[in-house]
């Protein structure tokens, strides 16, 4: 099909893998949370209009790089460069190593993941095997333990890797058609019983309820701040991730609708978690949360208030979420593994580095990465901290701080103001698809789109290093 000679099987494995990259941690530790207390259903209403004006026009704009030059991010950009005689070369260094960086964190969290699947299984047997202590303490011991914190990471980057190199149908495509259907299946499960749990109705409020305030003056830039970061990170953007999917997608298949698809699961898979977590912490009266500490400490409570069905429960919800980063971080490693062959190869996925090879490398430094980070314990070991962040916090400032948000702004500008509208009709209708919105798609990625990417930047850095603009 293409020159990444190992394209998908399906249609409908596309849409698994690249609905897996978008539904991560992300969906479920951070977009609930920001519902909740951001404005409940005001907050979803800012998050789908940004989905609509900037997440549905990026997610489109790379989809249709990636098909059209069939390369991943550094030979798309180098085609896109020659085409209109500029260089774009730093856009494919910019998305391997937001790839590389965001890499760096994931696994860790990756790890924690495992660990509690795998505590939570051990509990169903016997009580001692499991979760043992009090969740919060329990947390603290696990993650400041380096030994046992590093080994989770390492593990976690190991069955990242195993699976890339089952190759992009055997090993990704597979892993997801699976994964994402199971996915969805024990959301719908967790939903339910979240809701059967008396006083549920207080999560639900929580996360729903419209609080119109939170869309009047000056909170309006803190909501749609909260809503366009969370947004354009759920959704992979910026950094190449569905430009090296949008390569494996046949030339048959409707770019819009896939688009429109990716997105659609994505917010459902959030809306879900939310309506999965928050109803069963107020059932049990505990404090909503968002980050590490919810999933890890509230939730973990939650299960343990739950009794003898606990850890089926707490196995499940880890399963769910484990199935939610694996296939995030296959799809990380593979927009690595692709930048490298083709920054090796000057361009061309075939004259770089083989594909093991790109996998191994790329994998190593990621490892190193993960061991610093587990290591450092979210910075409760007593390591040096770089520019007052703990390790995580600061490859995350460099990955979804900076680079991304820049990399989706730039994108847009380039798609909108360089490629142009001509191109874009002739590769999203080579099979006499309809693109009626042509003119509106043509006007936001050139003019809203950059000005939302631009605003989502400011947020990030602002939230990064708390400089209060937006509060
Ligand atoms: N969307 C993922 C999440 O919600 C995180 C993510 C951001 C990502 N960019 C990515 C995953 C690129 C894969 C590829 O957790």
Redesign the pocket.
Known sequence: MSENNSGFNSYFGFLMAAIG???????IW?FPYKMGTHGGFAFLICYLVLCVFVGFIIMFGELFLGRREQKGPVGTYMMVGKRNNKNFMFMGWLAML??VF?MGF?CTLGGYVFKYMIANLGSMFHASWGVNADAATYFTTFVTDQGQAVIWAILFVVVTALICIGGVSGGIENFCKIGMPLLFLILIIMIVKAALLPGSAAGFAFIFKPQWSALAGKSLITTLGSAGGQMF???????G?MITYGSYLGKNNNLQKSSITIVFF?TLAAVMAACAVFPAVFAFGLEPAGGPGLLFVTMQNVFDSMGAVGPLFGFLFYLLTTI??VS??I??LE?ATVSLQELTGKGELKDGWSRMKAILVSSAIILVLNVIVAADGLGGTGMPQPLGFCWLDFFDLFS?GLM?PFGALVMALIIGWITGKDAVLAEATLEGEKFPAINFYMFCTKIIAPIGMAFILLGQIDSFFSLGLFS
């Open positions: 990259s978008a539904i991560g941690f992300g969906n951070g937001s790839a965001l994931y990170f759920s959704l992979s953007l910026g950094m991730a994505d939610a980063g995030s971080s799809s990380l927009v979804e991304m």
